[in-house]
């Protein structure tokens, strides 16, 4: 089983940071995601999707000195949820992304984040090539990828496979 979350999107906030009694450190920021898609009309929208991330400890102390509102980041976690009662008596129940890994890799226009980051990631324009590698993405090659079908590569067709 797998429980998985990566996501690339823009701080909303700049991170808010706790130190616990014990010793340990937390901070909590925002992050939004963008969908694009054409509707019935043709028209392009934009769906903007908020996850509320959390990080422990060094990340948490990395996360307060580097990350500020506007900067676009690349970070890797769990999802998790969590049940309480607020001061009114009421049961609460957020989800929330515990991160254990985040990168910048660049900065929105106008958003704060300084020259931290940098580093290539792919565009919507670039060819995505199957890869059982998890590895960070390599750089972009100039010439493009042959296209075969499942058939041509020698690869088994969809009913052949064992799930």
């Not at 565009?123 to 059982?132: C, F, G, V």
Request: charged share 25%; no cysteine; proline share 6%.
């Amino acid at each position: 089983m797998v429980n998985r979350v990566i996501l690339i999107g823009n701080l909303g906030r700049d991170p808010e940071v706790r130190r616990l009694e014990n010793g340990a450190v937390v901070a909590k920021f925002s992050v939004a995601t963008n969908e694009n898609y054409k509707d019935r009309s043709g028209e392009w929208q934009t769906q903007t999707e908020w996850h509320d991330v959390v990080v422990w400890r060094s990340l948490a102390e990395r996360a307060e000195q580097q990350l500020k509102k506007g900067a676009q980041i690349y970070l890797e976690g769990k999802l998790t949820h969590r049940s309480w009662q607020d001061q009114e008596g009421n049961n609460r129940r957020t989800t929330e992304v515990v991160a254990n890994y985040f990168r910048m890799i660049g900065r929105r226009e106008g958003g704060g984040g300084g020259d931290q980051g940098g580093g290539y990631f792919p565009s919507a324009n670039d060819e995505q090539q199957p890869s059982t590698n998890f590895s960070a993405p390599s750089a972009p090659t100039t010439t493009p990828a042959p296209t075969t079908t499942n058939q041509e590569a020698g690869a088994p067709a969809d009913d052949d496979l064992p799930f």
